[in-house]
């Protein structure tokens, strides 16, 4: 929600800002803006919409110098427009700000100021970090935001810059990301590392609290008294052409594809010999003493993907395990001890609920694992322990590889906290660690036989309204996954059911026009998917099946048929959801919808 950049150094400020806008859309993409020190004051750019509508307004109407500050928009206070994009500049126009985040008291602080006679332009609660920290402003920067920094109550990342300290940007975070990229006589800020790697791969990610001071010469680090503080400098692996379309129409497609890649990496050295190792997480029977419950917790996709998680922990772990969604456990009342086991999920590492649901946790003594894929995001770094999906940077808004390998992911820790307990079978663990391995091949395989079939039936069903998926057990996230991919990216709705469940409702739906797409492939529920499939078709309802292959008895009922290789039950949501993540993309593109980019959303949510 919302992407920061800042650069000091001795090129053209608004050209490293655009190529790190560029990199940080898929954050938000309402509106965009820059502020650039011009020698004598703050020059500053904004457009609404895309960041092309501020490459043309700053095409037209130029700013030059050497330290800036940008910003691309997820509107949550204030609609988008001019007056609501970032960067906010303070009531004596010697100020800018740009901030990712919620300032939750800024209605108080707002008043305040309004009673102090401030006038303000925008209806965001940025703004009042602009007019409060040129108050405070007596000549330095760092001490005015150290001092306004004890009255804001909320999260953010902010970089501010001032006309008479012209050669430095003062940043800090506080629940949102922020990345201090390190140059050569110059310096970098930005939330995620891929704005970064055009210009270097030296990054310090900025902890909790911490300020940065950013001029051409260094980078200072304090806490919030300002004492100074030692970041910790690291070569990131990230490389550019991870962040870049590769030749692929969309981001999307290309993550699609490269889900035999990211799954092959996330069972790199963590399988051999039949085994599963953990080794990274340090954990053993000891360390997992008195554990009796677990509880997954994360949003969206991810909660799908803990929803198979609870099946599995469930089937291996042999403990009972709940999946929440994290908005939800926050505001409930969930048991919380030294016998629950929290699992946080999440790609980015940084939504908010997820991370908020956390610290509950750990404040109520629970413990916490996490399986995540950004290495230095906020949730890796407040847990006992991370699993790593290696799936490589996701940016389309749609989450596909992220999926796919938290799954595998899953599969891992059940069967290796299983082994630990001593609630996994050898078999069972030889049986799954084999299966694991075929994964790259067989995704490899349905990517290509599958797209044609797909294609035809997206081509078939994209002028429909309503689509309903069911599945059952271990498929039936499969079902809410896929159609929760359907309706973010071509804004057609979809209802992801359980099988079983139909006959309670939903089938009052079926009509001829009603598309159902049963994921039934070969397992323990086959049979039952199989009959709700007879139940849609009694009612001259239309199915999409998509079931494994040699499934004869599949092909006579379907209308049409989405076929998957064989492989062991537990793995089959992680090739279940390709041909439906496919199914989606192309009847988002079929509709001319913007698949990267969908109306609405953002990819990270770091707002509640
Ligand atoms: C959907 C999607 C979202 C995310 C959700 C959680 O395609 O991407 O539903 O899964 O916002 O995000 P993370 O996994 O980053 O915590």
Same mark, same amino acid.
């Given at each position: 929600m919302c992407g920061i950049v800042g650069y000091v150094g001795p090129r053209e400020a608004t050209e490293v800002l655009i190529e790190g806008l560029r990199r940080l859309e898929y954050r938000g993409y309402d509106s965009a803006g820059v502020a650039v020190m011009n020698g004598s004051g703050i020059s500053v750019r904004k457009a609404v919409g895309r960041l092309s509508a501020l490459e043309k307004e700053l095409a037209s109407n130029a700013a030059h110098g050497g330290l800036g500050i940008g910003h691309t928009r997820w509107a949550t206070h204030g609609a988008p427009s001019i007056a609501n994009s970032h960067p906010h500049v303070s009531y004596d126009g010697k100020l800018s700000v740009i901030h990712n985040g919620?300032?939750?008291?800024y209605r108080e602080l707002k008043n305040e100021l309004i009673a102090q006679g401030v006038k303000f332009a925008s209806d965001t609660d940025t703004e009042v970090v602009a007019h409060m920290v040129a108050r405070e402003f007596k000549g330095d920067l760092l001490q005015a935001l150290a001092a306004v920094l004890k009255r804001l109550r909320g999260a953010y990342a902010l970089a501010l810059c001032h006309a008479e300290q012209p050669d430095r940007i003062v940043a800090t975070r506080r629940g949102s990301p922020l990345v201090v990229g390190l140059g050569d006589g110059e310096n970098f800020l930005a939330s995620d590392v891929p704005a970064l790697l055009k210009y270097t791969r030296r990054v310090i990610y900025l902890e909790e609290g911490q300020i940065a001071e950013l001029t051409s010469a260094g980078v200072e680090l304090f806490d919030r008294e300002l004492k100074p503080v030692t970041g910790k400098e690291v070569l990131t692996d990230l490389t550019l052409d991870a962040a870049?379309? *590769?030749?692929? *129409? $969309?981001f999307m497609l290309k993550e699609i594809h490269e889900q035999p890649r990211a799954l092959a990496e996330t069972i790199r050295g963590r399988v051999e010999g039949g085994r599963v190792d953990l080794? *990274?997480?340090?954990?053993?029977a000891e360390s997992l003493k008195g554990v009796r419950r677990i509880a997954i917790v994360a949003c969206g996709t991810s909660l799908y993907s803990g929803m198979v998680g609870k099946y599995l922990l469930e089937s291996f772990v042999k403990l009972p395990t709940e999946t929440w969604s994290a908005s939800e456990f926050r505001y409930a009342d969930p048991v919380i001890d030294a016998s629950l086991l929290v699992i946080a999920v999440s790609q980015s590492g940084e939504t908010a609920d997820t991370l908020e649901a956390l610290r509950i946790c750990k404040q109520q003594g629970a413990r916490t694992l996490a399986i995540c894929n950004v290495m230095g995001s906020s949730i890796p770094r407040i847990v006992g322990g991370t699993l790593y999906?290696?799936?490589?940077? *996701?940016?389309?808004?749609?989450?596909t590889k992220a999926y796919t390998t938290q799954l595998a992911a899953f599969v891992l820790l059940a069967v290796g906290i299983g082994r630990m307990l001593g609630s996994t079978t050898q078999a069972d663990e030889a049986r799954l660690v084999a299966g694991l391995e075929q994964l790259p091949r067989q995704v490899n395989e349905l990517l290509t036989d599958d797209i044609v079939a797909v294609k035809r039936c997206a081509k078939r069903y994209k002028d429909v309204f309503n689509f309903m998926y069911i599945g059952r057990h271990y498929n039936y996230p499969t079902a809410m996954e896929g159609a929760l991919k359907l309706k973010e990216i071509s804004y057609i709705h979809a209802e992801g059911y359980a099988?079983?469940?139909?006959? $309670?409702?939903?089938?009052?739906?079926?009509?001829?026009t009603f598309p159902t797409i049963a994921i039934a492939p070969h397992g323990r529920t086959r049979e039952k998917m199989v009959s709700n499939v007879q139940e849609v078709k009694a009612r001259k309802g239309v199915v999409v099946m998509v079931s494994t292959l040699g499934d004869e008895e599949a092909r006579e009922l379907a209308d049409y048929l989405i076929e998957i290789p064989k492989c062991e039950e537990e793995l089959s949501p992680i090739l279940a959801i390709v041909p439906l993540q496919l199914l989606a993309y192309y009847t988002a593109t079929q509709l001319g919808r913007d698949v990267d980019k969908p109306r609405n959303l953002a990819k990270s949510v770091t707002v509640e």
């Open positions: 919620i300032i939750e008291n870049e379309k *590769e030749g692929y *129409e $969309h080794g *990274e997480l340090n954990l053993d999906t290696r799936a490589g940077p *996701e940016i389309g808004v749609a989450s099988g079983g469940e139909m006959k $309670h409702g939903p089938l009052a739906l079926v009509e001829d």
